[in-house]
């Protein structure tokens, strides 16, 4: 797989985020998002079978569109300069734990878990926690797992407990997340390497246990 074809087409997009442009380099647009195409469900593969609650999905279920919702922004420039996918089961529109992928010159990264769950699934998380609190936290203080992920995201973290559990629970911190989502940084040169999805794939194998202990709960 030609990833510097990607890299080159989003390099250029960075600094030519116009519909002109965009439109005149379609081709180099479709040559590259068939690439990434051809990525995503070549690493679908090895990803169930590993996680067989990812089911049956395709690339296209998974990947995000490159058109930007420009409604309630701020920044009204028309593409995303990044091509990114969300394997799991249902997609990219799951309320389940997934693999994310996330290519982007110099800012290229892979995640996993729950970003922004619906209330009832939020409180299923936190459930789920509050009763198996150290089966999680073997998990997130796993070896390889701290030496690969930070602590899951403490974006937009609550200031106070959620209502209905305790203040003093030993893993409150935990709780007050509103994500569960890990991430791995990756630089442009991992994609110019043979192996690439192996060598995912073993990153992925120490995500696993926390989107299946995610996906336990919200079921």
Request: glycine share 4%; aromatic share 14%.
């Amino acid at each position: 797989m030609n990833f510097n074809q990607i890299f080159n087409f989003l390099a250029h997009l960075q600094v030519n985020n116009e519909r002109n442009w965009f439109n005149e380099h379609k081709d180099d647009y479709n040559k590259a998002r068939e690439t990434f195409e051809t990525f995503v469900n070549t690493l679908i593969v090895p990803l169930s079978q590993l996680d067989p609650a990812i089911g049956t999905v395709t690339a296209g279920e998974c990947m995000f569109r490159i058109y930007r919702d420009i409604r309630f922004s701020n920044d009204k420039t028309p593409y995303k300069t990044h091509f990114s996918a969300f394997i799991a089961n249902g997609g990219r529109k799951t309320r389940l734990a997934g693999y994310y992928v996330h290519l982007q010159p110099d800012e290229s990264f892979i995640a996993g878990g729950v970003y922004a769950p619906d209330p009832a699934v939020l409180e299923s998380i936190r459930n789920s926690i509050y009763h198996h609190q150290e089966e999680i936290r073997r998990i997130l203080d796993g070896k390889r797992f701290k030496e690969l992920f930070s602590e899951l995201s403490n974006e937009e973290k609550l200031k106070n407990p959620p209502k209905g559990y305790p203040k003093d629970f030993k893993e409150i911190e935990l709780l007050k997340n509103k994500h569960f989502v890990t991430h791995h940084a990756l630089d442009n040169e991992f994609f110019t390497k043979e192996g690439v999805v192996e060598r995912l794939m073993e990153i992925f194998k120490v995500q696993y246990p926390l989107n299946d202990f995610l996906n336990k709960a919200v079921r």
